[in-house]
């Protein structure tokens, strides 16, 4: 049986190594957990620092805190190879800079969903979304 502090030590391990395998600053990534139905869910949300802009990145349902995150683990370390690549453009509301952001997700709506993590759909003015070639 695993004391709290032991869950604690083994979260932080695996946080450190999803942000080392993805080459992120600490203030680039934030860990979100909540609990649905019961469940532990991890959002994992990037912060772009060149327009201060956070994106949801991928979330993961588990039965608790370390689960979830050697769920998230996984996916960090296999993303590339099963979700198609996507660049969206945009532009913030009251802003005249176009923004390039680039997601990995399984289909356009799914890239939409992450770039309008949690904000209101009419704050951003999306101009196009692309599926990028495979490379």
Do not use: C
């Amino acid at each position: 049986m695993e004391t709290s502090s032991d869950i604690h030590v083994e979260s932080a391990k695996i946080q450190r190594e999803i942000k080392n395998y993805l080459g992120v600053n600490s203030g680039e990534l934030v860990f979100e957990y909540s609990t649905i139905d019961g469940k532990q869910k991890l959002d994992l949300i990037t912060i772009n620092p060149r327009h201060s802009q956070s994106f949801l990145f991928h979330s993961e349902l588990g039965f608790d805190k370390v689960e979830v995150l050697k769920k998230m683990l996984d996916y960090v370390k296999n993303y590339r190879d099963q979700e198609s690549s996507y660049t969206i453009q945009w532009m913030a509301k009251d802003e005249k800079e176009l923004h390039t952001s680039y997601f990995r997700a399984s289909n356009i709506l799914d890239s939409l969903d992450k770039l309008y993590y949690g904000r209101d759909r009419n704050t951003i003015t999306v101009f196009s979304v692309v599926l990028n070639p495979v490379s």
